[in-house]
């Protein structure tokens, strides 16, 4: 069982931090030089909707398949990497959370609306909240990875 416990919590760590990294360093950067504004807010708003389901779904395979395991190996006798990843796992879902609720509404709503300043201003405060995540993702998989070499 942990065998598939980790694929699924590994797919679903790709699809998100994966995906962060490119809307932010690939997608945002082209499609801010070469759209204007309206058509780029529409644009954002239809791919970040689409990938926001893939998030979602993904959140959940990380946290179930992430608890699974620590469920399995005992919370006591995990180690300290674990819960360390379980707690910023926590953190970056609850910003999730709070992107998917309260600005991506006012962002497909600010487009529906052509109200292109509420629009902008949502799409900014997302782009704040990914950059955020994608540096928590960067310090979990640091954690994943290097954690069990400081911790004995």
């Not at 689409?50 to 190996?73: C, E, N, Q, Y």
């Not at 990497?81 to 600010?110: Q, T």
């Not at 540096?135 to 990875?145: H, P, Q, R, S």
Request: proline content about 5%; glycine content about 10%; aromatic content about 12%.
């Amino acid at each position: 069982m942990r065998p598939v416990l980790l694929f699924l919590h590994l797919a679903g760590v790709i699809v998100w931090v994966g995906g962060m990294f490119f809307a932010h360093f690939c997608l945002r950067p082209v499609v801010a030089e070469q759209l204007p504004s309206a058509r780029r807010l529409h644009l954002l708003a239809d791919v970040l909707g689409r990938f926001f389901v893939a998030v979602g779904l993904a959140v959940v395979l990380i946290l179930l398949s992430g608890f699974a395991s620590l469920k399995m190996t005992g919370f006591a006798a995990a180690p300290l990497p674990w819960h360390v990843m379980s707690g910023l796992g926590l953190l970056m879902a609850g910003i999730f959370a709070v992107i998917y609720f309260r600005f991506y509404p006012r962002l497909r709503d600010g487009v529906a609306a052509e109200d292109w300043p509420a629009a902008g201003a949502a799409m900014n405060r997302i782009r704040q909240l990914v950059a955020g995540n994608l540096l928590l993702g960067g310090l979990t998989l640091m954690v994943a990875t290097l954690g069990a070499y400081f911790v004995k």
